[in-house]
């Protein structure tokens, strides 16, 4: 999989960017606010992908930051919703909107997306209520593991391939003593 591209952008449209990354164009489909921030920028960026295999096209989607990424993979594993129905729903708001959106069971914001009705909405909300709040967590007691991991001298790339290994229902300390062990080997 593709999980990000670094280069300049080198074309545009009202979807698309195309990326340049040492020659080869990528052709990225990307939100409008990102679109907009892309347009600015004349340097390098870093876009994070997401690459949509179908029967008969491969498909790249562009995200400014994983949190974006994120709930665009988990839009599409609620049945009906493919990626640009998720692209929809992420144009609407932001991510954070859409979380307490989601966790709160306020289909309103939903189905002011084309497309969603309100069927689709509840269906979004009951697949994914909850699961986004504990990646959140997930996530940050991950950073809060690699950050004490950096603190006691150890590498980044050290502290993350440890960090990865614990058990994520575990509490930080005790993921910190895991990762320790794990690096003790």
Do not use: C, W
């Given at each position: 999989?593709?999980?990000s591209?670094t ?7 009202e979807r698309t ?21 892309l347009?600015?920028?004349?340097a390098?960026v870093?876009?994070?992908?997401h690459l ?6 491969l498909?790249?989607y562009?995200?400014l930051?994983?949190?974006e990424v994120?709930?665009f993979?988990q839009?599409?594993t609620v ?5 640009r129905m ?6 609407a ?8 959106a989601?966790?709160?069971?306020r289909?309103?914001?939903?189905t002011?997306?084309s497309g969603?009705g309100?069927k689709?909405a ?5 697949d994914?209520?909850?699961?986004l709040?504990?990646?959140e967590?997930?996530?940050d007691?991950?950073s809060?593991v690699?950050d004490?991991?950096?603190?006691l ?5 050290e502290?993350r391939?440890?960090a990865v290994?614990?058990p994520?229902?575990a509490?930080v300390?005790?993921?910190i ?9």
């Amino acid at each position: 999989m593709i999980a990000s591209l670094t280069g300049r952008v080198t074309d545009r449209d009202e979807r698309t960017v195309t990326l340049d990354v040492h020659g080869v164009g990528f052709r990225i489909h990307v939100l409008p606010r990102a679109q907009e921030q892309l347009s600015k920028n004349t340097a390098a960026v870093t876009i994070m992908t997401h690459l949509h295999v179908r029967e008969d096209a491969l498909e790249l989607y562009g995200f400014l930051s994983r949190e974006e990424v994120r709930l665009f993979e988990q839009l599409l594993t609620v049945s009906g919703v493919g990626p640009r129905m998720a692209m929809a729903v992420l144009s609407a708001a932001s991510v954070q909107d859409l979380t307490q959106a989601i966790d709160r069971g306020r289909s309103s914001l939903l189905t002011k997306v084309s497309g969603i009705g309100k069927k689709t909405a509840e269906r979004i909300i009951v697949d994914l209520r909850g699961k986004l709040a504990e990646e959140e967590t997930a996530d940050d007691s991950l950073s809060a593991v690699i950050d004490a991991l950096v603190s006691l001298g150890y590498s980044s790339r050290e502290a993350r391939e440890a960090a990865v290994g614990t058990p994520p229902s575990a509490t930080v300390e005790e993921r910190i003593k895991a990762a320790l062990k794990r690096m003790g080997r």
